[in-house]
């Protein structure tokens, strides 16, 4: 089966993704196990007895033997993650030393961690290198610690135009869900009001102004209620019968359950 699996891989990368998830696994059952024996040595439990001390001793032999095959593998994909995202820190750090803290847009970037020389591969927006100025920056970069790296800078015209229309794509959607954001809270927080006033003044003649919102109220609980409030400039006092009109009106027209009305007085 595993066989099998290791055909399907495209490169060394996906393929020691693909072991790192399943040895994440092994490890996590493997804890789990130690967790349970701390637990029942804390809570001193029993131990179940055999009659027959030759069987004991050869249960207490494959349990020893499955645990020491749990450690090595263990031990080895933790150094060997650790080893993984140290490098690619550092290959972080020479980029925006050595690129972006002097501006240059990087349009491309990735980085193989298991190749022999590990590489880097970058594209720039506008910037070129010539040959010199590449070797220039390997040396910087096995001075910096990254030593057996080799960094490719991909400026090829056709590379470089897919890879500023995915940039763009990226952008474009980051654009869209800022967007999308703003209109919810401005949703959140507003009526559609366009000839609210004119429709409001010709059914209550005496109106000199009026606004609607949705106000958020804030308490000691710790939360927030949003809550319709319309606020209004009369002429003259309204009567009641005039308030509890024009709150329904308002209900009506704003497509809300409740309203809370209020006089703006001079």
Request: one cysteine or more; charged letters at 25%.
């Given at each position: 089966?595993w066989?099998i699996?290791?055909?399907?891989?495209?490169?060394?990368?996906?393929?020691?993704?693909?072991?790192?998830?399943?040895?994440?696994?092994?490890?996590?059952?493997?804890f789990?196990c130690?967790?349970?024996?701390i637990?029942?040595?804390?809570?001193?439990?029993?131990?179940?007895?055999?009659?027959?001390?030759?069987?004991?001793?050869?249960?207490?032999?494959?349990?020893?033997?499955?645990?020491?095959?749990?450690?090595?593998?263990?031990?080895?994909?933790?150094?060997r993650?650790?080893?993984?995202?140290?490098?690619?820190?550092?290959?972080?750090?020479?980029?925006?030393?050595?690129?972006?803290?002097?501006?240059?847009t990087?349009?491309?970037?990735?980085?193989?961690?298991?190749?022999?020389?590990?590489?880097?591969?970058?594209?720039?927006?506008?910037?070129?290198?010539?040959?010199?100025?590449?070797?220039?920056?390997?040396?910087k970069?096995?001075?910096?610690?990254?030593?057996?790296?080799k960094?490719?800078?991909?400026?090829?015209?056709?590379?470089?135009?897919?890879?500023?229309?995915?940039?763009?794509?990226?952008?474009?959607?980051?654009?869209?869900k800022?967007?999308?954001?703003?209109?919810?809270?401005?949703?959140?927080?507003?009526?559609?009001?366009?000839?609210?006033?004119?429709?409001?003044?010709?059914?209550?003649?005496?109106?000199?102004?009026?606004?609607?919102?949705?106000?958020?109220?804030?308490?000691?609980?710790d939360?927030?209620?949003?809550?319709?409030?319309?606020?209004?400039?009369?002429e003259?006092?309204?009567?009641?019968a005039?308030?509890?009109?024009?709150?329904?009106?308002?209900?009506?027209?704003?497509?809300?359950?409740?309203?809370?009305?209020?006089?703006?007085?001079?």
């Amino acid at each position: 089966m595993w066989l099998i699996q290791f055909t399907d891989f495209q490169s060394n990368e996906q393929l020691l993704s693909h072991l790192i998830h399943n040895a994440q696994r092994v490890i996590n059952c493997f804890f789990i196990c130690i967790a349970t024996f701390i637990i029942v040595k804390y809570l001193n439990y029993p131990a179940v007895g055999l009659v027959d001390n030759k069987r004991a001793t050869s249960v207490r032999n494959w349990i020893t033997g499955i645990t020491l095959l749990m450690i090595i593998p263990s031990v080895y994909f933790a150094y060997r993650f650790i080893q993984q995202q140290r490098f690619y820190d550092k290959v972080s750090q020479f980029i925006t030393k050595e690129f972006e803290d002097k501006g240059n847009t990087i349009v491309y970037r990735k980085t193989f961690y298991s190749t022999d020389p590990r590489r880097v591969e970058l594209a720039f927006l506008t910037r070129r290198f010539t040959a010199a100025q590449i070797a220039e920056e390997n040396q910087k970069m096995a001075d910096f610690g990254l030593e057996n790296t080799k960094l490719i800078i991909r400026q090829d015209s056709a590379f470089l135009a897919k890879a500023n229309k995915i940039q763009n794509n990226e952008a474009g959607n980051d654009a869209a869900k800022i967007a999308s954001e703003l209109n919810a809270k401005i949703d959140r927080y507003t009526f559609n009001t366009e000839n609210l006033y004119s429709e409001a003044k010709a059914i209550f003649p005496d109106l000199k102004s009026l606004s609607a919102a949705k106000q958020e109220i804030l308490s000691d609980a710790d939360s927030a209620a949003v809550i319709p409030v319309a606020i209004y400039e009369s002429e003259k006092e309204l009567p009641e019968a005039e308030k509890q009109k024009l709150r329904k009106w308002l209900q009506v027209r704003l497509k809300v359950d409740t309203l809370e009305l209020y006089n703006r007085k001079k």
